[in-house]
Each structure stands twice: as structure tokens, then as C-alpha cells.
């Protein structure tokens, strides 16, 4: 049972290292959202598991690394992993490319949820490569499901 959950936290620690490792300037502008997507994935595969609770703490910690004000991207990752753990069985019968559209989705909500507070918070304007990561996360979507499906099943996660 340990190692199960185990398995969870460290593939949300990886992804936490992924949003977190520095990039030339050029490319930093598309990184995806490694976060929200592997919260995504767990939050479909085991919402019993992965919820709105582990969303926040997930969100605590990406608040310390990146060095924001603390509950700006618990507030947005908790309102994603919220509307996938209410939707789960219906995004579970989608395809994998309408699940990338989802995602998609999610993560235009996740940028546009974590620029508000920060707007209200500080003196920050809007500007559209804000929304990059948007498509290199759903690009990104399928790959991810594939690798996470895939260790899910050999340690016989359920």
C-alpha cells in the first residue's frame, strides 16, 4: 500500500522538478504545466487518491520553489483537479486526443485562475505567451498518459 502511494509522490515530485528546472529564455516561455498534468492524469485514473486535498498541498509546494505568493497555484490547480474529480467518469471514456483537448482547457483555466490573483495581488498585465504552455501541455497530454498509465499498471496501482 506504501509503495502505491509512493509511486504517486514521486511522480508529482518529478513533476514539480520538471515546472522547476531552468531553461534558456527562449524556450521557457512554452514550458507545459508538468504539475497539472500529472495531477490531471491521477485525478482521472484514482480520484479516491489524488484529490482536490492533494491538489493544494501540490500547489503549497509549487508556491515555495517558484517563489510566489503562497496559495496562488493551489487556488488554480484545486479548481482544475476539482472539475476532473467531479467529471472523471465522463473524461474517462474520452480519447486520449479529446482528453489532450480537455487538458488543454484545464490548463487555459489553471493560467488565466493564477494571473487573476497575481493581478489582483501585484501590478502584472496580460500577455498571450501567457497561454503557450496551454498547447505544449496538450501536445504533451498523450505522452504522459502513455508513461503514467503504463508505471500505474506495473506496480499494480488501484
Do not use: E
Not at 484514482?46 to 496559495?71: C, E, K, Q, S
Not at 487538458?103 to 498585465?125: E, K, P
Amino acid at each position: 500500500m506504501r509503495k502505491r502511494n509512493l509511486v504517486i509522490w514521486i511522480s508529482l515530485l518529478v513533476a514539480l522538478v520538471l515546472q522547476i528546472v531552468p531553461l534558456p529564455t527562449q524556450v521557457d516561455v512554452y514550458r507545459p504545466d508538468w504539475v497539472l498534468v500529472v495531477l490531471a492524469y491521477w485525478s482521472m485514473a484514482l480520484p479516491h487518491r489524488v484529490n482536490v486535498g492533494v491538489a493544494f498541498l501540490t500547489g503549497v509546494a509549487m508556491d515555495v520553489l517558484v517563489g510566489t505568493t503562497l496559495g496562488i497555484h493551489s487556488f488554480g490547480l484545486s479548481i482544475c483537479v476539482y472539475i476532473l474529480a467531479a467529471n472523471y467518469q465522463r473524461l474517462r471514456n474520452y480519447s486520449v486526443w479529446q482528453q489532450a483537448i480537455i487538458i488543454g482547457l484545464l490548463s487555459a483555466l489553471y493560467h488565466l485562475l493564477t494571473f487573476w490573483v497575481q493581478h489582483l495581488l501585484t501590478d502584472i498585465y496580460f500577455q498571450v505567451d501567457y497561454l503557450w504552455p496551454v498547447i505544449t501541455s496538450m501536445v504533451l497530454w498523450p505522452w504522459v498518459f502513455w508513461l503514467l498509465r503504463r508505471t500505474r499498471r506495473q506496480f499494480s496501482i488501484a
